[in-house]
């Protein structure tokens, strides 16, 4: 059975500083991997995807994968108040397949 | 401009009443998921359509039923919810092998 594992947190982060948020998977056939943002009482709203081994890095997110550790990570710099809200890491097998998400973990920043 | 969206956003029920929950797409995509996200949980999948085929998941209820009549509707019926059933659904659309994108959701109590 696929699993994804995260730390729930919460994970308190001081205003300006760097979050780090990481994540593991199972499955070694996992083909893409997505970080999501969960504020309280909403949907999923996708921050990033990463398919290769390495770092991508999209304004204040990089998202890095290891695929021979099964890790994935996500930094955040500059963190702001606003980023405070649950971080889901999601992982597919690619094409149409649904995604398997971790718990998330419940990254507060604080002011 | 809303690309995804669920109806009704909230939805209350009694015990055993039918409900069917709706998801519609501006986005042409051709696969539809939904995910069934419990409080302090990980948004799992209970099924998708790629295109006209129908994909349960091995462990999803026979409670839950899903239809779709075109490329931008489809529907999530459950047959006689239980108060274990509480929870947010949400409606995820792709067009393989992008991402995901979500909906709103819908909270769904069970009285």
């Known amino acids: 059975q696929k699993e994804v594992e995260q730390n729930s947190g919460p994970l308190s982060v001081p205003e300006g500083a760097i979050a780090s948020l990481n994540c593991t998977y199972s499955d070694r056939g996992s083909q893409s991997f997505f970080w999501y943002r969960q504020y309280s009482g909403k949907s999923p709203e996708l921050i990033m995807f990463i398919y290769s081994n390495g770092d991508k890095e999209d304004g204040r997110f990089t998202a890095q994968l290891n695929k021979a550790s099964q890790y994935v990570s996500l930094l955040i710099r500059d963190s702001q108040p606003s980023d405070s809200a649950t971080y889901l890491c999601?992982?597919?097998?690619?094409?149409?397949?649904?995604?398997?998400f971790g718990k998330g973990t419940h990254l507060i920043i604080q002011p | 401009d809303a690309m995804v969206i669920q109806n009704p956003r909230y939805q209350v029920t009694q015990f055993g009443k039918p409900v069917t929950l709706s998801c519609s797409q501006t986005l042409n995509h051709n696969v539809m998921y939904w995910y069934q996200q419990k409080s302090s949980q990980a948004p799992k999948l209970l099924f998708h359509?790629?295109?006209?085929?129908?994909?349960n998941e091995a462990d999803t209820p026979d409670n839950f039923q899903s239809r779709r009549p075109n490329t931008s509707f489809c529907f999530l019926d459950i047959r006689s919810p239980g108060l274990g059933d509480a929870a947010m659904y949400l409606c995820?659309?792709?067009?393989?092998?992008?991402?995901?994108?979500f909906g709103p959701g819908t909270r769904l109590t069970v009285l």
């Open positions: 359509y790629y295109d006209k085929d129908f994909n």
């Open positions: 995820a659309t792709s067009r393989p092998p992008d991402t995901q994108y």
């Open positions: 999601a992982v597919t097998g690619g094409g149409a397949d649904g995604l398997t």
